[in-house]
């Protein structure tokens, strides 16, 4: 029995060790020298996280205001920021004395559980093990998501990043008429509301246009409505917790809002950026980096071919989301409308590279490489492209605003002693 069955566990083992090795290598270009380059998000979130981490380790639920760090201004961030999923940053706290190295091993799980799921998407999108591997690299390794990780420390958004896949999975599995769709769009809807607000918003509005394409199409059924339905209230279930702490806030307090602005990318410094290889935080020019351009240009190119397929129809949405975070559309009409909520436009890169991710595998599972080799290839310029990125932005000073090394030896003065606006904070005016 155990012969018969070993390959399979050695399959599972072998795909086990690829997805720890690849989390491994996208974290350590950003540990050089034992150190983290740490913005103006990641201090607030940071401080977020020792504030949890006490409040945890004492059996206690965190309070909603935070009086560690965030210049001890008593901001509501620990009420308004969802926390749950935060616990892969917070638990290695709980276990190393050394905040570099508790730091370092959160986001090495949050990269393994990045790959993992974007890995479970593409093994329903193909059965070609080649192709996964491609798809998996296209999303992990966007310049988008180092520069989420690694330029902005913005880690609500990182975390939302890492469930985008299981949202995407389940939507597919209910449009194949599968029973455990809903499971999946639930749970993925869920971990993105415990982990950032914002990304929520923009994912329900992107399911909302697929729903009203369904319908437009005339296939939306019965079940998948049910389905849906079931998915919502098991999300709702899941971030009830968050939301209570929400709406509690909002109900008793006049809360200071983050500054309203909407900045799309300009071309010239999103092509600048691709030249340069870079990843640094200036909301006008965060990219895909310069391979994942190449893809979708390539497939744009091929749109205008007789091939046919499902890719054509990711391929135009991925192009349709793309091209609208520039500024040649007029959204300076839009900055006093609650769109500007968004910030900046580069954040809908994060949808741009997963739709990128399904649209390739699509296409080259329909129309297979001559030569695998160059599969090869490009999964290795990406990794090595994205991984160069992470590793010059931290090895070098950059004007990209408040910045500094954050190491071992000043991490509990850096953190608890941070000053920070007034974001969230509560107010009888």
Not at 63 to 71: D, K, M
Not at 98 to 117: C, D, E, R
Not at 372 to 388: C, E, G, H, P, Q
Request: charged fraction near 10%; hydrophobic fraction near 50%.
């Amino acid at each position: 029995m155990l012969r018969r069955h070993s390959p399979v566990w050695l399959h599972h083992f072998i795909v086990f060790v690829i997805i720890c090795v690849s989390s491994i290598l996208s974290t350590l270009p950003a540990f050089t020298n034992n150190t983290l380059k740490l913005s103006y998000d990641g201090n607030i979130h940071l401080a977020r996280y020792d504030a949890i981490t006490q409040a945890l380790s004492h059996g206690s639920l965190p309070p909603l205001v935070n009086f560690i760090g965030l210049h001890h201004t008593g901001l509501a961030m620990n009420g308004m920021y969802p926390w749950i999923t935060s616990t892969i940053f917070i638990i290695p706290k709980l276990l190393f004395n050394n905040p570099i190295v508790a730091l370092m091993v959160g986001f090495i799980i949050l990269n393994f559980l990045t790959i993992l799921n974007v890995f479970l998407l593409a093994k329903f999108i193909t059965h070609k093990r080649w192709i996964q591997i491609l798809g998996v690299t296209i999303y992990q390794f966007s310049s988008y998501h180092m520069a989420v990780l690694y330029s902005r420390n913005a880690l609500g958004e990182a975390l939302a990043y890492v469930f985008l896949p299981l949202v995407l999975l389940g939507c597919l599995k209910i449009w194949h008429n599968l029973t455990n769709g809903w499971l999946y769009l639930g749970f993925g809807m869920g971990a993105i509301a415990n982990s950032h607000i914002l990304s929520l918003i923009i994912v329900t509005i992107m399911i909302a246009i697929f729903c009203f394409i369904r319908i437009l199409r005339h296939q939306l059924t019965r079940e998948e409505v049910i389905n849906y339905t079931k998915a919502d209230v098991l999300a709702i279930l899941s971030y009830f917790y968050t939301l209570t702490n929400i709406g509690s806030l909002l109900s008793s307090n006049l809360l200071m809002s983050p500054t309203p602005k909407l900045v799309p990318l300009n071309a010239t410094k999103y092509w600048q950026a691709l030249l340069d290889n870079s990843i640094i935080e200036r909301s006008a020019s965060f990219n895909m980096g310069p391979i994942n351009t190449f893809l979708l240009f390539f497939l744009m190119i091929m749109l205008f071919t007789n091939k046919s397929g499902l890719w054509r129809h990711w391929t135009i949405a991925t192009i349709i989301v793309f091209f609208s975070t520039f500024d040649w559309l007029p959204w300076q009409n839009l900055t006093s409308t609650p769109i500007n909520m968004i910030q900046f436009l580069g954040r809908l890169l994060f949808i741009s590279a997963l739709l990128l991710a399904i649209s390739v595998m699509y296409y080259f599972d329909q129309y297979p490489l001559k030569y695998k080799d160059i599969n090869f290839v490009i999964t290795l310029a990406l990794v090595a492209v994205s991984l160069n990125a992470v590793h010059t932005y931290h090895n070098k000073t950059t004007k990209d605003g408040y910045r500094f090394w954050l190491t071992k030896e000043n991490y509990d003065q850096t953190i608890k002693n941070s000053a920070i606006g007034i974001d969230y904070l509560p107010a009888n005016i």
